[in-house]
Structures are given as structure tokens and as C-alpha cells.
């Protein structure tokens, strides 16, 4: 083989070699980008998964002081004209029916964060997120269907009503937690926003709910 050929091969196999380390720098920067995104994607997930937990917390917590019979501090005060032309009890209706009216809103408030919340994760991992936290979210449902029976009760002025009315008190016993310790409806609640939190485990990287 002449020095001409041998030179004309060194060439190609120069040639050769630096089209091979391009593939492998544009292999390794597309495994890498590709690593990255995966990255930055579970670091969302997780960031959206646990802001959920968090959010989920919250509306169990709200929900339950949602359901607590009026503080003395939430009694609405009365105009001097309205004493006059108003009896006890019909203030009393009054005040309720605006106590509670003003609580469900306050509340709506936290659910809707809750909601965004969910959605946000929902983006991420898929409409499965949401048969997770189903129980949970009808159990809420159901808490906001109390409160507002209990509304509709004092705002049926059809009936003259005092709180020992017959209609008062059967809203009352529905609506009012008894001992957090042995209340159905608080304990539900709280088993099915435990199990929401399981069905995120695997998102935030735990095995327990304990930690």
C-alpha cells in the first residue's frame, strides 16, 4: 500500500471518527435533555402532590368547624330599630341563618383552593387523581348539604320557630359534631382523606402516610 492510500485512509477513518463522536454527543444530549424533563417533572409532581395533601387538610379542618354551633362572638348585632320591630327568636333566626351563611363562604373559599389544587396535579398525572379523593369529596358534599338544610330550617318563615322547635333541633342533630372521637360523619371524613394521601405515596415518594 503506497503512502498516498495510507494517508487517504488515516483521513477517512479521522472522518469516521468524528462523525461517531457527534452521534454520541447529540445521544447524550438528547438521553440528557430527556433526563432532565423527567426531572423537572417529577419535582412538579411531587410540588403539586404535596400542596394537595396540604390543601386536603385544610378543607377537613374547615369542614369541621363548618359543622359547630355558633360562637358568642359570631352572633350578628342588631340595630336599635330592629330590636324594636323584631322579637328574640326572630333575631335569632336572623342571626343563624347569617352566621352560617357567612361560614359557608368562608369555607367555599378554602375548597376552591383545594380544587385548584387538584386540578393542578390533574394536569400532571391524569383524571386519575380525582378517584382517589371521590369518598373524601362526596363527604364534603354531604357537610355542605347539612349546613344548608339547617339554613333553609331557620329561613322557613312560614313557621314560627324558636331554637326548641321541633325542626331546629332535628336540623341541629344532623348538622352539630358530637365528640370528634365518635362522630360518623367527622370520622368518615377523615378515614376518606387518608386514603386520598395513600393514593399519592407513590408521587411523593413515601410509604406510609405517617411518613
Request: aromatic share 10%.
Amino acid at each position: 500500500m503506497s503512502i498516498l492510500e495510507i494517508r487517504e485512509w488515516v483521513a477517512l477513518i479521522k472522518d469516521l471518527l468524528m462523525v461517531i463522536t457527534a452521534l454520541v454527543t447529540i445521544f447524550i444530549g438528547i438521553y440528557g435533555l430527556r433526563l432532565w424533563k423527567r426531572e423537572l417533572v417529577g419535582k412538579e409532581v411531587y410540588a403539586a402532590a404535596k400542596d394537595l395533601v396540604k390543601e386536603s387538610h385544610l378543607v377537613f379542618k374547615a369542614a369541621g368547624e363548618l359543622r359547630e354551633p355558633m360562637h358568642p362572638y359570631e352572633i350578628e348585632p342588631f340595630t336599635e330599630n330592629v330590636i324594636k320591630n323584631t322579637t328574640e327568636w326572630e333575631r335569632w333566626r336572623i342571626s343563624e341563618s347569617n352566621g352560617y351563611r357567612k361560614r359557608t363562604e368562608k369555607f367555599k373559599k378554602v375548597l376552591e383552593r383545594y380544587d385548584q389544587s387538584k386540578l393542578n396535579l390533574r394536569v400532571l398525572i391524569g383524571s386519575k387523581i380525582y378517584l382517589g379523593f371521590l369518598p373524601f369529596d362526596k363527604l364534603i358534599g354531604e357537610t355542605l348539604e347539612r349546613v344548608n338544610r339547617y339554613i333553609e330550617a331557620l329561613n322557613d318563615y312560614k313557621k314560627a320557630m324558636t331554637p326548641n322547635s321541633p325542626e331546629v333541633i332535628s336540623a341541629q342533630v344532623r348538622l352539630y359534631p358530637s365528640d370528634q372521637l365518635d362522630d360518623e360523619l367527622y370520622q368518615k371524613t377523615g378515614d376518606a382523606r387518608e386514603e386520598g394521601e395513600k393514593s399519592l405515596l407513590a408521587y411523593l415518594h413515601r410509604k406510609s402516610i405517617r411518613g
